[in-house]
T-cell receptor, first 114, second 116 residues
Framework: ETGVTQTPRHLVMGMTNKKSLKCEQHLGHNAMYWYKQSAKKPLELMFVYSLEERVENNSVPSRFSPECPNSSHLFLHLHTLQPEDSALYLC?????????????FGEGSRLTVL | AQSVTQLDSQVPVFEEAPVELRCNYSSSVSVYLFWYVQYPNQGLQLLLKYLSGSTLVKGINGFEAEFNKSQTSFHLRKPSVHISDTAEYFCAVCVYGGSTLGRLYFGRGTQLTVWP
């Protein structure tokens, strides 16, 4: 496998459920990101991890909980979500040693909250 | 603060016609500039990037973009589009240097639709 892989591709959950999104990168990068993509809105950066440490958290509600156990894996744990959290969640990675901003994206996890 | 404005939310064109997707940014410092493309039900894919050097940048699939510092623009062009170019296109800027690791600011996107 190459690139950035996200699972599941589609997820439907109720507001009381607990689920997790998974991201795995095979590019040897050491920085990983979660973005939220909603219709008619710019991509929103949620979290940034560099060398497994969270370096940015853009005022994301606590019902979203990220986890980065190593430089290749990134999770987004979800609990008691709201319908407005329905969106495409994109994972990305970058080579942290060169800050050019070039990101490599996964195909996204389409989340629907009922 | 940085912001990215994509002036057209939708651009419909006929196959083999030229197209230009406009992007303007505001930043008080030097930036890196990017265009990403998103096909239906997929993630974002890098189309091209400007880091330094020649202001005319060529990317994949026959696209090119020109960096204009005085007008703070980075418009994307293709001389002849194909139906397969139908997708959403995102302009993005990254602040040069500093501690903002890979901090990209995205525009709202432009939906390019190519008709036969």
């Amino acid at each position: 496998e190459t690139g950035v892989t996200q699972t599941p591709r589609h997820l439907v959950m109720g507001m009381t459920n607990k689920k997790s999104l998974k991201c795995e990168q095979h590019l040897g990068h050491n920085a990983m990101y979660w973005y939220k993509q909603s219709a008619k809105k710019p991509l929103e950066l949620m979290f940034v991890y560099s060398l497994e440490e969270r370096v940015e958290n853009n005022s994301v509600p606590s019902r979203f909980s990220p986890e980065c156990p190593n430089s290749s894996h990134l999770f987004l744990h979800l609990h008691t979500l709201q319908p407005e959290d329905s969106a495409l969640y994109l994972c990305a990675s970058s080579s942290g040693t060169v800050n050019t901003g070039e990101l490599f994206f996964g195909e996204g996890s389409r989340l629907t909250v009922l | 603060a940085q912001s990215v404005t994509q002036l057209d939310s939708q651009v419909p064109v006929f196959e083999e016609a030229p197209v230009e997707l406009r992007c303007n940014y505001s930043s008080s410092v030097s930036v890196y500039l990017f265009w990403y493309v998103q096909y239906p039900n997929q993630g974002l894919q890098l189309l091209l990037k400007y880091l330094s050097g020649s202001t005319l940048v060529k990317g994949i699939n026959g696209f090119e973009a020109e960096f204009n510092k005085s007008q703070t623009s980075f418009h994307l062009r293709k001389p002849s589009v194909h139906i397969s170019d139908t997708a959403e296109y995102f302009c993005a800027v990254c602040v040069y240097g500093g501690s903002t690791l890979g901090r990209l600011y995205f525009g709202r996107g432009t939906q390019l639709t190519v008709w036969p």
